[in-house]
Every structure is written in structure tokens, then in C-alpha cells.
């Protein structure tokens, strides 16, 4: 299907970059959002970037409305945006790891706020244009921690939240045709894991482009129905769909064991 319309939350840097960049390279028509969007960044790959607080309903309102506006449609919903891995550092202290009793409650807001409660408003926004198509694609990005204890309390209860929302908004969408899956990347090479790397195993790490080219792979699958509110793995995608990552490796898919 030509002139197919993607948006991309919490695309600033990171997965939700690669993501926008491989739809881009896809020939979809990009729209990204984020509280840091550089124009610039995307115009070469076709994107177009609106500045957006996941935070504030009306921002988001506003550009799904600026979207709809000018496409007419949204065919690929990508549910990126998160918060909750800021300030991982306090006053000289990593605090990411402690116990529940020790983390600092705005922890816990900002992965539902920035997280869990974005996915859920922009799925609700974009859901009404798909309705109409009786076509479209809702991936919500989460990780293992939703299945296993990976690193702090809130962090896994937010990602458990995030499965729940993709198997929920799957019941109540598979009649109308729309789709939605999460996926689970593994260790990806972002901005901030390269600034760790030297403390950091990266042999079977993968490119935020890879998760992209999962992304595209999902929604050229003319059976991704038979997929719909289930948590799949982007490495597994590969070796499904055929696709590497940059450097032409495979990634080994992560079980739960190893997450």
C-alpha cells in the first residue's frame, strides 16, 4: 500500500529515531514527536517533526489533529515515548537499582505519565482515524521487565502495564482490523548505553535501526492480525522476516531467562 502514514512518539534520539528513520526509508510518510524534535534531523529522510510534551493532553491532541489534517489518515502508531530513565543519578547517587522503599515517587509518575499513559491517549487518537480505514498498526514498545524483576519496582510495573494495554486495546480493536502488538528490543546502541560502553557487553547489542526495521516488517505483513496482543521479540522478527541489523548481523533473540 503506497502513501502510508507512520507516527512515531518520543522520536527525539534513541529507538524511536531509528524507528522514524527505517519507516522514512520505507517510503512511509513520518510524522515524529518529542519534548527535543530537531526539524532539520528528519526533513532528509521525509520525516517532519512537531514539537510535543507527552505530559500534556492538548499537545498531544493538537498534533494528532495536525496530522490527521494534512494525511487524512495514520496507518502505523508507534508508541515510544517514555519517561523514567532521567536523573538515574541523584546528588552523586545511582538510585536506578534500590528497593521500592528507596526510589523516589517521581520515578513511578513519569513511567506512567511519559509511558504508560502516552501510549494509552495517542493509541485512543489514532485509533479514531483507523476505525474509519478498518486498517492499521499499534506497536507499543516494552521490554522484559514487564515478565521478570529487571532492575526497580516501578519500572517493571509500568512495562507489565504496557503488555496489558497492548493485550486490552488488541480485544477491543481485532473486529475493526487494527493491530497491536508489543515488542521487546534487546540491548540497543542509543545515545546513553554508548556513553557506557566500556562497562558494557555489546556483542549481541543492536542498532535502534534494527527495532526499525521490525517495525517495518510488522506493518508489511499482510497477516499481522494473527500476530495482535502478543509480545514479540524484534530479534526473533529477523529471523522471521528475513531482515539483519545495519552491520548485516543477526542478533540472538533474548529469552526470559537472559533478560
Known sequence: MSNRVAVVTGASRGVGKGIAIELCDADFTVYIT??????MAYITGGGTAIP?????DQQVRRAFDRIIEEQGRIDV???????????MIEEGVY?????????????WDAMFQAGVRAAYVASGL??????????????NLSYWAAQKHVANVAYGVAKAATDKLT????????????????????????????AAAQWLDLSNSESPSFIGRAVVALANDGNIMDKSGR???AAALAQEYGFTDLDGNTPQPLRLAEA
Not at 538510585?95 to 520515578?107: D, I, N, V
Not at 485509533?127 to 480505514?133: D, E, H, N, V
Request: contains cysteine; aromatic residues 8%.
Open 52 to 56: 510535543c510534551d507527552h505530559r500534556e
Open 34 to 39: 518529542g519534548r527535543s524534535v530537531d526539524e
Open 167 to 194: 493485550a486490552d486495546v488488541a480485544h477491543e480493536l481485532r473486529q475493526h482490523n487494527i493491530a497491536v502488538v508489543s515488542l521487546y528490543p534487546g540491548l540497543v546502541r542509543t545515545e546513553k548505553v554508548m
Open 126 to 139: 489514532a485509533a479514531t482515524t483507523m476505525l474509519a480505514q478498518r486498517l492499521g498498526l499499534i506497536v
Open 231 to 233: 509480545v514479540l521479540v
Open 77 to 87: 502508531l508507534v508508541n515510544n515515548a517514555w519517561g523514567g530513565y532521567e536523573n
Open 95 to 107: 538510585t536506578w537499582p534500590r528497593p521500592f522503599w528507596e526510589q523516589p515517587l517521581w520515578r
